[in-house]
């Protein structure tokens, strides 16, 4: 603890203005350097103007170390005698190949504490490992010395023996026994040099890969790079609050969960030590920090977005957003989900059907209803409990501007088994076309960290409600002549039967550039979507309307030619990362024929969507006809199913939606 931090080790300048700036650094150790940087003709003259510092207490308040010359060194010996006094912390001690190394260092520091007056063990080491056999030495050599308070990995010397490269395996292996063998005798391993003084990108990915490692620091050439090794090798907030989590948990095995969108942990003692190491250097750090002066600070705060506080029942939220959607939405979202319906594809096949140009599909449409009330309403939820009757009203076209008005229809307070509150809400989202029409509406249900529940006293807000007189899109498109909507050779319907189970052969996977592209197009601001660095690569999501519109397309080719559909209901289940694959299943629930065109057919189909499954191997295992039950409401319900019936599917199911279509028979 005397000792910490030691996050970031800056070797000296020579020159006195050198020292002062040096001084005046953010570096938690400073490292007189009389080896390499130092030529042998000068080491006399460079140990003089340290000595002068010394004494002119150029260096006070600074915790210092001085790199020795090698024990073959002539002026070895008069560095020690010199520079064993109080001021000095300890000695770096280069080029050390074994043990005997440091019983040679041993007893001339001994003499020197001897004749100075110092308490014997006053001086501390730190041995740098430089060759390969000094690696291959490295357990001996951190327990060699009762005076070994750290340990230096040096690359460059070992680079060059092994001839292997700074990022081989070479390298990462012995670099990781120098971890092991240093935290084991319990003393601090200090990373070497990153040698590129300009390259400060280069550096931080450096400095936190090596925290990664188990390093305690690392070694800095420059006093940037000492202020990047310090903030690389700080606790972060992220650990700060974990660690605080931990320690409130109870002693005993318990679980810690810093929010809904990370997974759960089971802590348990070994996580207290953790946690109470982190707590410990954080507050360490605070206590140097404290002993500079600190600079005057801005006040600040985070603007929080969606539902705070309370939630009123009756209110309805229209977000400041306005949408025209062009060609290039159209042509960007075809690119990203398989698109092959001749309404949404044809230009020719809308003309004959009296329409302006090939509307956009209903999965974008579905998205953004969803996806223009993140801000005003869902960016503060937990989780989203699933989505019921998607329904579009009216056709949207390229060139067509949209907006949304959400709706909240009600509010309920939910307790969980563990104890825990939170509030289910209840909400209409509706798309609103530049002519003040809905387009298009969904029902959803939101659940939300404890919310006051309110009724709104006033009259309800003026929402755009469905038009008693005019032609809905489903009554537009029955109506059409069977002449207009017959598919031609190519587009032959297949056909499907009910009952029938389909495993498309199409499927899809995110691209982590285009997931955060699309999330942005869609004003989708939720931070487990785009926070890479709060937020670990398996808690970085991609948005649930996508998922669903990557279950449909995979479908397009396998059930015809579709001219109208409606969700009844679709449910996001398992959570979906950038890179993942989705494939689809496909159960005929009914077919039949419409009373008010003998030559459509309504189709009920239930797809599920699975993550990360090649569907090939359901041939083999086969899939339990109860995995598309009316029963299983819940994710839970899911997964104790797939346990029992179909491990292979066992929280790989991500998503899954009760679709009607209608198309030509």
Same mark, same amino acid.
């Given at each position: ?129 430089? %060759? ?44 990781? &026994? ?29 400095? !936190? ?37 931990? $320690? ?8 810690? &969960? ?5 997974? !759960?942990? $089971? ?19 605070? +206590?140097?920090?404290?002993?500079? +002066? ?44 398989? #698109?092959?319906?001749?309404?949404? #594809? ?20 579905? #998205? ?6 993140? %801000? ?68 959803? !249900? ?14 309800? +807000? ?11 899109? !489903? ?49 989708? %601001? ?24 990557? $279950? ?8 015809? +030619? ?21 494939? %689809? ?18 189709? #009920? ?50 998503? &899954? ?9």
């Amino acid at each position: 603890p005397a000792l910490f931090p030691t996050r970031s080790w800056l070797f000296s300048a020579k020159t006195r203005q050198g020292f002062v700036k040096v001084c005046q650094s953010k570096s938690d150790v400073i490292v007189l350097d009389l080896e390499d940087s130092v030529a042998q003709e000068m080491k006399a003259k460079q140990l003089n103007e340290y000595v002068s510092g010394l004494k002119n207490g150029i260096f006070q308040g600074k915790r210092f170390f001085v790199r020795l010359c090698g024990l073959n060194n002539e002026e070895l010996a008069r560095q020690v005698e010199v520079l064993t006094t109080p001021a000095v912390y300890g000695f770096v001690l280069p080029k050390i190949e074994g043990p005997f190394c440091l019983k040679e260092y041993e007893k001339l520091v001994k003499s020197a504490e001897d004749k100075n007056d110092l308490p014997s063990g006053s001086i501390k080491f730190v041995p740098i490992l430089e %060759t390969l056999e000094a690696y291959f030495s490295a357990e001996q050599i951190v327990n060699g010395s009762a005076r070994n308070v750290g340990v230096f990995a040096g690359f460059a010397d070992f680079e060059t023996q092994a001839y292997c490269e700074a990022n081989s395996a070479t390298c990462e292996t012995f670099f990781s &026994q120098v971890v092991l063998a240093a935290r084991a005798a319990q003393i601090l391993p200090i990373a070497g040099a990153w040698d590129k003084l300009d390259d400060h990108v280069g550096a931080d990915k450096f400095y !936190r890969k090596m925290k990664a490692c188990g390093f305690a620091g690392a070694v800095a050439l420059t006093p940037s790079q000492a202020i990047l090794a310090n903030v690389a090798f700080s606790c972060s907030p992220k650990e700060r609050q974990w660690a605080e989590d931990v $320690m409130a948990s109870s002693e005993t095995i318990s679980v810690v &969960q810093p929010s809904i969108q990370e997974s !759960r942990q $089971m802590v348990g003692p070994p996580h207290r030590l953790i946690a109470s190491r982190i707590c410990q250097e954080n507050q360490y750090i605070q +206590d140097v920090s404290l002993v500079s +002066d600190k600079p005057a600070l801005l006040p600040w705060r985070t603007r929080q977005r969606g539902l705070k506080d309370a939630v009123q029942i009756g209110r309805t939220l229209r977000p400041p957003l306005e949408i025209t959607v062009t060609e290039s939405w159209k042509a960007l979202w075809e690119s990203a989900f398989l #698109t092959v319906n001749r309404l949404n #594809t044809s230009n020719e096949f809308a003309s004959r059907l009296g329409l302006k140009s090939a509307p956009l599909s209903f999965t974008l449409i579905n #998205t953004l209803a969803l996806s223009l009330t993140v %801000t005003s309403f869902s960016e503060s939820a937990r989780v989203h409990l699933g989505c019921y009757d998607a329904m579009q009203k009216k056709p949207v076209f390229p060139g067509d501007t949209l907006s949304s008005v959400c709706r909240i229809d009600d509010a309920k307070i939910l307790t969980t088994k563990g104890g825990n509150q939170y509030t289910v809400v209840f909400s209409s989202h509706n798309l609103v076309n530049q002519k003040n029409k809905k387009v298009f509406t969904v029902q959803k !249900r939101t659940m939300f960290p404890p919310l006051k529940i309110e009724n709104r006293q006033q009259a309800i +807000d003026n929402v755009i409600l469905d038009e008693a007189n005019e032609t809905s899109w !489903r009554q537009f498109i029955t109506s059409q002549s069977t002449a207009l909507l017959s598919p031609t050779t190519a587009h032959a319907q297949p056909s499907l039967s009910t009952g029938e189970l389909i495993i498309h052969n199409d499927y899809k996977c995110f691209g982590v550039s285009e997931t955060r592209m699309l999330c942005k197009l869609f004003k989708i %601001t939720n931070a487990h979507h785009h926070n890479i660095v709060r937020y670990s690569p398996s808690d970085i999501l991609v948005s649930g309307p996508f998922v669903i519109a990557a $279950m449909v397309s995979n479908a397009e080719y396998d059930v015809g +030619d579709v001219v109208y559909d409606e969700y009844p209901m679709h449910i996001n289940i398992n959570k979906v990362n950038p890179g993942d694959q989705i494939g %689809t299943l496909t159960f005929v629930k009914s077919i039949r024929r419409l009373a008010e065109n003998d030559d459509l057919e309504e189709i #009920t189909l239930h797809h599920i969507g699975v993550k990360n499954v090649d569907l090939e191997w359901l041939e083999i295992s086969g899939v339990p006809e109860d995995l598309f039950g009316d029963e299983l409401k819940k994710p839970a319900h899911y997964e104790k199913l797939c346990a029992a019936q179909c491990p292979i599917l066992y929280r790989k199911i991500a998503c &899954q939606a009760v679709r009607k279509i209608v198309r030509r028979c």
